[in-house]
């Protein structure tokens, strides 16, 4: 089944602790992408790749860390988190014009 | 700043009729644009899309309008059924890089 997954897909945190979420696509996909989304404000991209080794700042960057060493999987690290990236994070990805992006089904993260 | 707004934060509407959708973007250098729709505890999925050099797109029974000079464009669902009750985000990709803006999301009821 194509498929985007996401773990963990809950996770309660402390202010500080290094934390990273996967994300990791079957669909042989160019372009991946993390976003997040907060009431009133929508999704908003965080980072996103075209191919391995690409990657680059989206709307909304600041504390968040990616890498694409391999094609499958982008993972969302967060170095020092801070309660005001208590959110809703989605992982999507695509084939390389990024146009249809399939979504994985979401991490919900709360970092007191 | 927000730079693909969706209005109406949620639309009631009675099963059989037209919904319609509405997303304003500004903007001019954005060249495709995409509907998803999202259920609870779900990532958005893909619904219909638009490039900046078309003016309407149809699949079924959703259709996607755009008008260039407003910056504007709007999702028709005819006919609306209770299954379309979800929340429904538009998004605009920027050439430079596929960077992916969202908007905030409208809320659709379809009532049975």
């Known amino acids: 089944e194509a498929q985007v997954t996401q773990n963990p897909r809950y996770l309660i945190t402390v202010t500080g602790k290094k934390l990273t979420v996967t994300c990791s696509q079957n669909?042989?996909?160019?372009?991946m992408s993390w976003y997040r989304q907060d009431p009133g404000l929508g999704l908003r991209q965080i980072y996103y790749s075209m191919n391995v080794e690409v990657t680059d700042k989206g709307d909304v960057p600041e504390g968040y860390k990616v890498s694409r060493k391999e094609k499958r999987n982008f993972p969302l690290i967060l170095e020092s988190p801070s309660p005001n990236q208590t959110s809703l994070y989605f992982c999507?990805?695509?084939?390389?014009?990024?146009?249809?992006?399939?979504f994985g089904p979401g991490t919900r993260l709360l970092v007191l | 700043d927000q730079q693909v707004k969706q209005n109406s934060p949620s639309l009631s509407v009675q099963e059989g009729r037209i919904s319609i959708l509405n997303c304003d973007y500004t903007n001019s250098m954005f060249d495709y644009f995409l509907w998803y729709k999202k259920y609870p505890a779900e990532g958005p999925t893909f619904l219909i899309s638009i490039s900046s050099i078309k003016d309407k797109n149809e699949d079924g029974r959703f259709t996607v309008f755009l008008n260039k000079s407003a910056k504007h464009l709007s999702l028709h669902i005819v006919p609306s059924q209770p299954g379309d009750s979800a929340v429904y985000f538009c998004a605009a990709r920027h050439p430079t890089g596929n960077q992916f803006y969202f908007g905030t999301g409208t809320s659709l009821t379809v009532i049975p």
């Open positions: 669909m042989n996909h160019e372009y």
């Open positions: 999507a990805s695509s084939f390389s014009n990024g146009a249809t992006q399939y």
